[in-house]
């Protein structure tokens, strides 16, 4: 195989081939390189790299995500997601860093890991300063309590 | 202290046989000669040599003649050599030594590197390279522990060493497949390709890696290490559980990320 050393260059601990089909799950603490079929989920501790001519259905996981093929499922980057002009996505994104190029196709749902913290935090209820009503109370005082009054 | 298993085949000249013996001789490290006949296989040869408590057993020819002999040696305490003649480049660079003399000279400083090997569900191990033999363009199916992979193969090997891959792992075999479009017809393919239509060599290839994987193909496919049928498809390929001491020279290009 005249190629080998080629592509064997790329740093790339697993690499999905144009006209291959994967069924099942496909986790690696390297690199991964789809340009061909994967029905299932796709998970890397490092780059996955998704080719023009790659179809994905499953969600996608991994630490620098780079799509210019087509994922139908989650796709979560935890630091960068990079959509290609001929990349389409569709399916939620959870991505830090979210890079779309003009002409890709991104149909669904981003969230950004720092902003659902805030959006989260947001969301909880207030806590409420209610003061105790006492039996010794005057009216001045349970109507201030009840906040009739505007403090000045 | 060493036992030689001298594939009389590999010698082109006669006069190499002597050659070599005579250079063993000069380098302190002469020993045992044993030929592999209709009498005694490779197999016996070594199993004789352990009993003889030769704690080295050294291949002198090609893949052919080290694999059958890491097969029997793997999880023993006595250490391989091989004196590569006709070997593949792989298997050269595997030991550090790309001629006998390199070699024999590597066998005197027995510098020692514990590895695991390729083997096959019926006992035959590979050092470096198996290949499927196929002859057109086949439909294969690999099962790896999580998944499946589904091709048509113009070309699979399944490597324990190749010098052009960092392997991930001592116990990972890298599964090397070249692919071809299962709907596209040979005739078709040339139409586009002089209509202009590139190409694409490198997308077609694939790289997996695994501790373990079966593979099948619709009708039964030959398995070849170093040129040698060892196995036919459906096969389950493996690394071994035990290592094998196989003395090598600095300038063996195995490497491993682990």
Redesign the interface.
Known sequence: ?A??????ENN???????????????????SIQV??SVD?EVKSDENLII?E?AQIKGPVVARVIEVSGEVKGLVEAIDKLEIQPTGRIYGDINAKTLIIKEGATFVGKSIMPGEAKAMAEAAKPKEETKQEIKAEDSIEQIADKMGFFSKK | MYYYIFDIKKCKKRTLVDDIKNYLSTLGISGEFAYPSAAYTTEELVDLGLSKKYNTIVGIGGDEIANKIAAKLCGNSAALGIIPLEASSDLEDLIGAKNWKEAAENLRFRKINEIKIGKTANGSAFLTNLSLDLKIPTEVTIEFKDFLVQAKASALTISNFNPTIEKIGPDYLDLILESVDPHDSAILSKISLFFGGKKNENANMSLFRGRSLRLFTNTQVPLTAGGEIIAKTPQLIETSDDNLRLIVGKKSLYKCQE
């Open positions: 195989m190629q080998e050393k080629e592509f064997m790339v601990d697993t690499i999905i081939g144009i006209n291959v089909t994967i069924k099942g799950n496909l986790y690696n603490k390297g340009n061909g299932g080719g001519t």
